[in-house]
C-alpha cells in the first residue's frame, strides 16, 4: 500500500444549475483492492461513476488516473486510458452479436486504418483475425462462447450481465467501475457473480470500484467502502467499520431507529 | 477466408450482370428508354446504398442527401460542360466536393441527436440548394445544359465501387464502430469509440458516394435545375433505406429497384402516379413495418458473409427453440 494510488479523486464536486450533486468527494484506490460505494437512493453513486468515466466534467476538484489528470477528457478518451465500467441498467449493442459486442471493445487495440479496410490490405485481414481469436478466447473465459453468433438481446438476463462485464474488460482496463451488477439478480446468480468478480480480479490482475445495494454481496467482497448521502461522503473503511459505523445507520434507517438499533 | 470467396462471387455476378446488359445495349435490343431507365435504377441503388451508410449503418437520421447529390451533380457538370474535362475525372471531383460539403455540414450537425440532427440537415440542403439558385455561373434558377454523357458502363462501374467500398467498410472494425453508434452510443463511447469522429466519416464517405451518384444523375438529363434537389428528393432516397429495413444494404438496393421500376411504370398512368406510389408505401409499411429486409442482408439467406450487424440467424433460431 505504499505505492501511489492508482486511482486518486481530489475534491470533486459536480453542480447541475443550482444543484450540487456530489460535492468534495475524495477516494484513493490502490492497485489490485475491491472497493464498494453505497449510499441511499440519490446519493449521487452513479454520478460519481460518471465523473469518473468522463461522462460529466467536473466543476470543481481533480481525479488523477496513475498521476494523470483526467478532467475534461471524453469518455472515450478516459477508456483508452483505462478506465471502463458497465451500466446500471445494461446497456448492450443488442442487434449485434455476442462476439461483435466483444470485438467492439477491442476496437482500440486494432490498429488498421479506414483505407486498409476499404481496400481490403493485409493489415486488415491479420488485425481482423488478431481481433476475432482473441475475443472468442475472451468469451471462453465467460462461458459465453456457445453464443458466439447469437444477437446480444436474446441471452438470459444473467449472460447479458455477464456480457457487459466481459466487453468492459475487453476494453482493457486497469480499473474497472461495475454500477449494480448484481441489479436484478436471484441468490444463485448474485454468488455466481461474486465468484465471477473474484475470478476476473485474479486473472486480470484488476482493481475493481462497484456499486451495489445488495449488501451481503458488498460486505462479502469488498476490502474497503465508501458511503455517500445527498452527494457527500459519509463514511469510509472497512466493512465491519461500516457496518457499526453511526452515520451510514442513520443515512439507511433514519435518525430515530439510531437509538435503538445499534447493534454490534 | 469465406469473406473473400463471397468477393469473388459477388464479382462475378457483377460481371455476369454487366455483360448481359451490355451485350443486350450494343446489340441493339434494349431501347434507349429501358437502358435509361436501366441507368436512373442504378443511379438511386447508389444513392441509397450512401445513404445507408449513415441512416441503416450509423443510425444518424440525414434528411438532406440531396443537397450532396446536388453538389456533385453541380461540380461535375461545371468540369465537363466549362472545363471541358472528361467524365471520370468529373464523377471523381463531385464526389470530392461533395464529401468536402459532407465535412463542413457533419462537424457541427452530428452533435445534434434524432429530430434536431433530421431538421438541422435538412437545412443545410436547402442551403445549399439555394446557394446554386443564386449562382449565375451555373444558371441559376434556369438551370444548366448538361450533354447526355453517363452510359450503362459509367453507372454500373460506381455503383459496383459503391457497394464495394460500403461493404468493406461495414464489415471491419470501423463498420462495427459504427453499428455500435447505432446501438447505443452511450456504450460505444465508454468502450473507446471515438463516436463524433466516425459519425463525421460515415457521413463524409455518404456524401462522397451521393456526389458520385450526383455526377451520374446531371450527364443523364439534359438539364440540372435547383429544383431538381429539393427536399422531396432527400426524401425519395430515405424511402428507399426506410423501405428496404434499416441496417440491410441488400434491403436498400432491392427497394431503389423495386420503387424504381413501380414509379417509372406509373409514368404512363400520370393522374394517379402519386396515388399508387402512396399506396405501396403504406401497403409494404403495414405489413413490413422493419422493411423489407429487416435488418438482414440477403447473403445470410446463402450462409454466406456473416455481416457485422449480428451473427447468423440460422443459430438465433436454434437458440430461440432451444430455450
Same mark, same amino acid.
Given at each position: 500500500?505504499?505505492?501511489?494510488?492508482?486511482?486518486?479523486?481530489?475534491?470533486?464536486?459536480?453542480?447541475?444549475?443550482?444543484?450540487?450533486?456530489?460535492?468534495?468527494?475524495?477516494?484513493?484506490?490502490?492497485?489490485?483492492?475491491?472497493?464498494?460505494?453505497?449510499?441511499?437512493?440519490?446519493?449521487?453513486?452513479?454520478?460519481?461513476?460518471?465523473?469518473?468515466?468522463?461522462?460529466?466534467?467536473?466543476?470543481?476538484?481533480?481525479?488523477?488516473?496513475?498521476?494523470?489528470?483526467?478532467?475534461?477528457?471524453?469518455?472515450?478518451?478516459?477508456?483508452?486510458?483505462?478506465?471502463?465500467?458497465?451500466?446500471?441498467?445494461?446497456?448492450?449493442?443488442?442487434?449485434?452479436?455476442?462476439?461483435?459486442?466483444?470485438?467492439?471493445?477491442?476496437?482500440?487495440?486494432?490498429?488498421?486504418?479506414?483505407?486498409?479496410?476499404?481496400?481490403?490490405?493485409?493489415?486488415?485481414?491479420?488485425?481482423?483475425?488478431?481481433?476475432?481469436?482473441?475475443?472468442?478466447?475472451?468469451?471462453?473465459? #465467460?462461458? %459465453?462462447?456457445?453464443? =458466439?453468433? &447469437?444477437?446480444?438481446?436474446? +441471452?438470459?438476463? @444473467?449472460?447479458?450481465? !455477464?456480457?457487459?462485464?466481459?466487453?468492459?474488460?475487453?476494453?482493457?482496463?486497469?480499473?474497472?467501475?461495475?454500477?449494480?451488477?448484481?441489479?436484478?439478480?436471484?441468490?444463485?446468480?448474485?454468488?455466481?457473480?461474486?465468484?465471477?468478480?473474484?475470478?476476473?480480479?485474479?486473472? #486480470?490482475? %484488476?482493481?475493481?470500484? =462497484?456499486? &451495489?445495494?445488495?449488501?451481503? +454481496?458488498?460486505? @462479502?467482497?469488498?476490502? !474497503?467502502?465508501?458511503?455517500?448521502?445527498?452527494?457527500?461522503?459519509?463514511?469510509?473503511?472497512?466493512?465491519?467499520?461500516?457496518?457499526?459505523?453511526?452515520?451510514?445507520?442513520?443515512?439507511?434507517?433514519?435518525?430515530?431507529?439510531?437509538?435503538?438499533?445499534?447493534?454490534? | 477466408?469465406?469473406?473473400?470467396?463471397?468477393?469473388?462471387?459477388?464479382?462475378?455476378?457483377?460481371?455476369?450482370?454487366?455483360?448481359?446488359?451490355?451485350?443486350?445495349?450494343?446489340?441493339?435490343?434494349?431501347?434507349?428508354?429501358?437502358?435509361?431507365t436501366l441507368?436512373f435504377i442504378g443511379?438511386n441503388i447508389?444513392?441509397a446504398?450512401?445513404?445507408?451508410?449513415?441512416?441503416?449503418?450509423?443510425?444518424?437520421?440525414?434528411?438532406?442527401?440531396?443537397?450532396?447529390?446536388?453538389?456533385?451533380?453541380?461540380?461535375?457538370?461545371?468540369?465537363?460542360?466549362?472545363?471541358?474535362?472528361?467524365?471520370?475525372?468529373?464523377?471523381?471531383?463531385?464526389?470530392?466536393?461533395?464529401?468536402?460539403?459532407?465535412?463542413?455540414?457533419?462537424?457541427?450537425?452530428?452533435?445534434?441527436?434524432?429530430?434536431?440532427?433530421?431538421?438541422?440537415?435538412?437545412?443545410?440542403?436547402?442551403?445549399?440548394?439555394?446557394?446554386?439558385?443564386?449562382?449565375?455561373?451555373?444558371?441559376?434558377?434556369?438551370?444548366?445544359?448538361?450533354?447526355?454523357?453517363?452510359?450503362?458502363?459509367?453507372?454500373?462501374?460506381?455503383?459496383?465501387?459503391?457497394?464495394?467500398?460500403?461493404?468493406?467498410?461495414?464489415?471491419?472494425?470501423?463498420?462495427?464502430?459504427?453499428?455500435?453508434?447505432?446501438?447505443?452510443?452511450?456504450?460505444?463511447?465508454?468502450?473507446?469509440?471515438?463516436?463524433?469522429?466516425?459519425?463525421?466519416?460515415?457521413?463524409?464517405?455518404?456524401?462522397?458516394?451521393?456526389?458520385?451518384?450526383?455526377?451520374?444523375?446531371?450527364?443523364?438529363?439534359?438539364?440540372?435545375?435547383?429544383?431538381?434537389?429539393?427536399?422531396?428528393?432527400?426524401?425519395?432516397?430515405?424511402?428507399f433505406?426506410?423501405?428496404g429495413?434499416?441496417?440491410?444494404?441488400?434491403?436498400s438496393v432491392i427497394s431503389a429497384i423495386f420503387l424504381t421500376i413501380v414509379?417509372?411504370?406509373?409514368?404512363?398512368?400520370?393522374?394517379?402516379?402519386?396515388?399508387?406510389?402512396?399506396?405501396?408505401?403504406?401497403?409494404?409499411?403495414?405489413?413490413?413495418?422493419?422493411?423489407?429486409?429487416?435488418?438482414?442482408?440477403?447473403?445470410?439467406?446463402?450462409?454466406?458473409?456473416?455481416?457485422?450487424?449480428?451473427?447468423?440467424?440460422?443459430?438465433?433460431?436454434?437458440?430461440?427453440?432451444?430455450?
Amino acid at each position: 500500500m505504499q505505492q501511489s494510488p492508482l486511482l486518486k479523486v481530489h475534491n470533486v464536486g459536480i453542480n447541475f444549475g443550482g444543484l450540487k450533486a456530489v460535492s468534495d468527494f475524495n477516494m484513493e484506490i490502490h492497485q489490485g483492492e475491491l472497493i464498494g460505494l453505497i449510499g441511499p437512493n440519490g446519493a449521487g453513486k452513479t454520478t460519481c461513476f460518471n465523473l469518473l468515466t468522463g461522462v460529466y466534467i467536473p466543476t470543481e476538484g481533480d481525479i488523477l488516473l496513475e498521476g494523470i489528470r483526467l478532467n475534461g477528457l471524453a469518455p472515450y478518451q478516459v477508456t483508452q486510458r483505462g478506465i471502463s465500467r458497465t451500466f446500471q441498467n445494461i446497456r448492450l449493442f443488442n442487434e449485434l452479436s455476442v462476439l461483435d459486442n466483444v470485438k467492439v471493445a477491442y476496437h482500440s487495440l486494432a490498429k488498421h486504418s479506414i483505407l486498409s479496410s476499404i481496400f481490403r490490405l493485409p493489415t486488415h485481414f491479420s488485425g481482423e483475425k488478431e481481433m476475432e481469436e482473441k475475443s472468442i478466447e475472451f468469451l471462453k473465459i #465467460f462461458q %459465453l462462447d456457445t453464443f =458466439l453468433y &447469437e444477437k446480444a438481446k436474446n +441471452l438470459p438476463y @444473467g449472460m447479458q450481465r !455477464r456480457l457487459e462485464i466481459a466487453r468492459a474488460l475487453a476494453a482493457g482496463p486497469k480499473l474497472l467501475l461495475l454500477d449494480e451488477p448484481a441489479a436484478g439478480m436471484n441468490p444463485q446468480e448474485t454468488q455466481e457473480l461474486m465468484e465471477l468478480i473474484a475470478f476476473i480480479r485474479e486473472k #486480470f490482475n %484488476l482493481t475493481i470500484l =462497484l456499486i &451495489e445495494h445488495d449488501m451481503k +454481496l458488498v460486505m @462479502g467482497i469488498c476490502e !474497503r467502502i465508501y458511503v455517500l448521502d445527498h452527494g457527500q461522503l459519509i463514511a469510509k473503511g472497512s466493512p465491519n467499520e461500516i457496518r457499526n459505523h453511526p452515520k451510514v445507520i442513520e443515512a439507511y434507517l433514519g435518525e430515530e431507529v439510531v437509538e435503538s438499533h445499534v447493534e454490534g | 477466408m469465406k469473406k473473400v470467396r463471397g468477393f469473388w462471387f459477388f464479382l462475378i455476378l457483377s460481371v455476369f450482370v454487366y455483360g448481359i446488359v451490355q451485350f443486350l445495349i450494343s446489340a441493339g435490343m434494349l431501347d434507349i428508354y429501358y437502358s435509361n431507365t436501366l441507368i436512373f435504377i442504378g443511379i438511386n441503388i447508389i444513392l441509397a446504398v450512401s445513404l445507408h451508410l449513415v441512416i441503416g449503418i450509423t443510425g444518424q437520421f440525414s434528411i438532406g442527401h440531396a443537397g450532396f447529390l446536388a453538389v456533385g451533380a453541380y461540380i461535375s457538370a461545371i468540369i465537363t460542360m466549362k472545363l471541358q474535362l472528361p467524365l471520370s475525372l468529373a464523377l471523381v471531383a463531385g464526389g470530392i466536393v461533395a464529401a468536402l460539403a459532407g465535412l463542413i455540414v457533419g462537424i457541427p450537425t452530428l452533435r445534434l441527436k434524432g429530430d434536431y440532427l433530421a431538421i438541422a440537415t435538412l437545412g443545410f440542403a436547402e442551403i445549399i440548394r439555394i446557394i446554386f439558385l443564386n449562382i449565375d455561373y451555373v444558371g441559376g434558377a434556369a438551370g444548366m445544359q448538361v450533354t447526355h454523357l453517363t452510359t450503362w458502363t459509367y453507372t454500373f462501374v460506381c455503383l459496383f465501387i459503391t457497394i464495394t467500398v460500403i461493404t468493406n467498410f461495414t464489415n471491419s472494425r470501423h463498420g462495427r464502430a459504427c453499428v455500435s453508434i447505432r446501438e447505443n452510443e452511450i456504450a460505444a463511447d465508454a468502450m473507446g469509440i471515438n463516436t463524433t469522429y466516425y459519425k463525421v466519416i460515415a457521413f463524409t464517405l455518404g456524401s462522397f458516394f451521393a456526389g458520385i451518384a450526383g455526377g451520374l444523375y446531371a450527364h443523364n438529363f439534359y438539364i440540372i435545375q435547383p429544383s431538381n434537389f429539393g427536399f422531396l428528393k432527400s426524401f425519395d432516397i430515405l424511402i428507399f433505406v426506410v423501405l428496404g429495413g434499416l441496417g440491410s444494404l441488400s434491403g436498400s438496393v432491392i427497394s431503389a429497384i423495386f420503387l424504381t421500376i413501380v414509379s417509372t411504370f406509373l409514368q404512363n398512368y400520370p393522374e394517379t402516379r402519386m396515388i399508387i406510389y402512396s399506396l405501396v408505401l403504406v401497403i409494404v409499411m403495414l405489413y413490413r413495418p422493419q422493411g423489407l429486409m429487416g435488418t438482414r442482408e440477403i447473403t445470410d439467406f446463402f450462409g454466406k458473409w456473416k455481416g457485422s450487424k449480428g451473427g447468423n440467424s440460422d443459430a438465433a433460431k436454434s437458440f430461440t427453440e432451444s430455450s
